[in-house]
């Protein structure tokens, strides 16, 4: 009897806690999403009960703010870097993870170590470098940056897919007959596939959420979601319903996506060897 | 079909040596097996053969070719791993059919390879599953069939059955040497279970530290081994060993001694004695004697085990006898029955 209560006040306490987490972090996510619905007038007031209108979405895709741009920019730099980004760092796990090669330490140290610079630091070089180049303002450039952001933490993600998948596996297929890029194509690809996509969905979601570099290296052409939300900070002063009704937008895809990563990386999990 | 030959192979990972200097004969359609402890070498000097390590050192032949720069794709070998290597993505079908699929054998040929592979190791009916539906002994079957359906010049075989239950193991042991029978294929086998390997081998090689430390028949690594290393490896219980003098046809041992006739003196010597030679007896009636540590029944017999001074000897008996523990007795055996070895060389003298 004893321990039925105790475990009854366990859950009860594991419920709070995880009710708890679950309020500060979908409060704000509500807020926005309340917002994107009511009108200007209604969004400071705190009301359950409002009725609820689309006219800010239509609204934020009209001059002068003409959102639309901005979602093809982003789609367009998130998707670029994502499809240049995986099959590099795809190639560049699988040989850090089955080939042993001279300063690998040092090198998959230097890769990993691009991740421990704060990115305001490099932003003025980058700043420089696309103004020699001509690229200021471009979705080349953001796509260039990005991948500079992602590739090390894809290839760190995308290798540690392949090291479980067991080697017996590979060696088997090089003896059944397989050159080593049959083996990458038809055994470890396949496997690893699931690792593949979560490392993408993440990466897109990097790309897509980037704000520091796009904000500096563009300024009207090649602006993201992301600073486009600063379009909405008007003189007659920030219009929070414009600005949650663009929020929802850029949040959509990434809720698509974190789903699916979801089911795959528990695939992933699962999927390993078979013993 | 063909014999494989390595001749003074040596693999060196830096300062550590896992084969040295190994030359071995496997003649066509021969079943050999490499058989030695965890970290002897077996493994490496198969893998050399596969060609997934490269000798330091030395050549391969498989028949007359020498394959040291071919890759494994080229080498015509089949083996089977440990872990099986099954590709978890794909069916039971889809495994077995991907040599014939990457080595470019004609479509039109392909489902029925498959299915006579299949049918050789009694798979046909589970064709359609993934390899993660299936049992240990299904899965191990799946890697028999792939490596079967196309007719390799050798087979490698890599502790194949260690992952199996001792029931199992029993039943695949026999499909195995069956199969080899039925296909005629120089196959060389690595294992660790003395069992299997006397069981399963035309030859065996036992191997230690890098090197063989016999070759011969199976009878003949039993009846005859020719150091300390395999007399103690090989059997099960392993054979008795005794330390002790050598001096004037008499081997002598702190608590007995027994008349030999060898000419050598040792100051170190070894006696070597299978368990099924000792036969236990009465305490006075006994060449030597000790105290019963321990009596197991194993089902076909019994072992007891006992102690004499510093050393403790098992003897096979008959199924239905019994002793209590801690009881004095005796032991009798035929001097004729024993080995004798040097405690310097390990050899066998």
């Known amino acids: 009897m004893g321990n039925s209560i105790r475990k009854q006040v366990a859950d009860l306490f594991q419920f709070a806690l995880i009710l708890c987490a679950a309020v500060v972090i979908l409060v704000p996510i509500y807020w926005i999403a309340s917002g994107a619905f009511k009108q200007q007038v209604d969004v400071f007031q705190l009301k359950l009960l409002f009725t609820p209108t689309l006219a800010n979405f239509n609204e934020i895709f009209r001059s002068p703010y003409n959102l639309h741009e901005k979602l093809l920019n982003s789609t367009l730099v998130a998707g670029t870097t994502v499809i240049v980004a995986i099959p590099m760092a795809t190639m560049a796990a699988y040989s850090f993870s089955r080939f042993r090669l001279r300063f690998e330490r040092t090198m998959f140290l230097m890769i990993l170590s691009t991740q421990f610079v704060p990115a305001v630091v490099i932003v003025l070089p980058y700043f420089l470098l696309f103004r020699d180049l001509g690229l200021l303002d471009t979705r080349l450039a953001l796509v260039l940056v990005n991948l500079s952001l992602i590739l090390p933490f894809a290839i760190w993600m995308i290798k540690g897919f392949i090291d479980g998948i067991p080697l017996d596996t590979e060696e088997a297929a090089l003896v059944d007959g397989s050159s080593r890029l049959q083996v990458i194509w038809n055994i470890v690809l396949p496997m690893a596939l699931p690792g593949i996509l979560t490392a993408a969905i993440f990466c897109f979601i990097l790309a897509w959420n980037e704000f520091l570099f796009a904000v500096i290296i563009t300024n009207s052409k090649a602006v993201t979601m992301p600073v486009g939300l600063s379009l909405f900070h008007a003189e007659e002063g920030v219009l929070w319903h414009l600005i949650s009704a663009a929020g929802i937008l850029i949040m959509l895809p990434m809720f698509g996506l974190a789903m699916i990563i979801q089911k795959h990386f528990v695939q992933g999990m699962t999927l390993g060897a078979v013993r | ?349």
Not at chain 2, 13 to 27: G, K, M, P, T, Y
Not at chain 2, 36 to 45: A, L
Not at chain 2, 249 to 263: A, M
């Open chain 2, 1 to 349: 079909m063909a014999s494989v030959t390595l001749k003074g192979i040596t693999k060196r990972w830096n300062e550590f040596v896992a084969v040295r200097d190994l030359s071995l004969l496997i003649e066509d359609q021969e079943f050999l097996v490499l058989l030695g402890p965890s970290g002897c070498g077996k493994t490496t000097t198969m893998r050399m053969i596969a060609g997934l390590e490269e000798p330091t050192l030395g050549e391969v032949f498989i028949g007359d070719r020498k394959v040291n720069d071919d890759l494994p794709k080229d080498r015509d070998v089949a083996m089977v791993f440990q872990n099986y290597g099954l590709y978890p993505h794909l069916s039971v079908y889809e495994n077995i059919r991907y040599p014939l699929k990457v080595r470019k054998v004609p479509k039109s040929l392909h489902s029925e390879k498959v299915r006579q592979a299949a049918e050789k190791v009694q798979l046909d009916h589970l064709l359609e599953r993934k390899p993660r539906e299936l049992s240990g002994g299904q899965r191990q079957r799946v890697a028999l069939a792939r490596a079967i359906v196309r007719t390799p010049t050798v087979f490698l075989m890599d502790e194949p059955l260690s992952n199996l239950d001792a029931k199992l193991r029993v039943t695949m042991r026999a499909e195995l040497k069956h199969l080899q029978h039925e296909l005629k294929i120089t196959t060389v086998y690595v294992t660790h279970d003395q069992i299997e390997a006397m069981t399963l081998a035309d030859r065996v090689a036992v191997m230690d530290h890098g090197i063989i430390s016999q070759l011969g028949p199976p009878e003949e690594i039993y009846n005859d081994p020719a150091n300390l290393f395999v007399a103690g490896f090989i059997g099960s219980p392993p054979m008795n060993l005794m330390k002790g003098k050598l001096h004037d046809n008499n081997f002598q041992h702190p608590n007995f001694s027994i008349s030999i006739n060898h000419e050598a003196n040792l100051e170190e010597a070894t006696l070597g004695i299978r368990p099924e030679d000792l036969i236990l007896c009465a305490a006075q009636k006994g060449v030597l004697q000790g105290t019963v540590y321990a009596h197991e029944l194993t089902g076909e017999s019994t072992l007891t085990t006992i102690n004499v001074g510093p050393d403790r000897l098992t003897i096979r008996g008959p199924k239905e006898f019994k002793i209590n523990i801690d009881e004095a007795v005796g032991v009798q055996f035929e001097a004729s029955k024993c080995f004798l070895f040097s405690n310097q060389t390990g050899e066998r003298i």
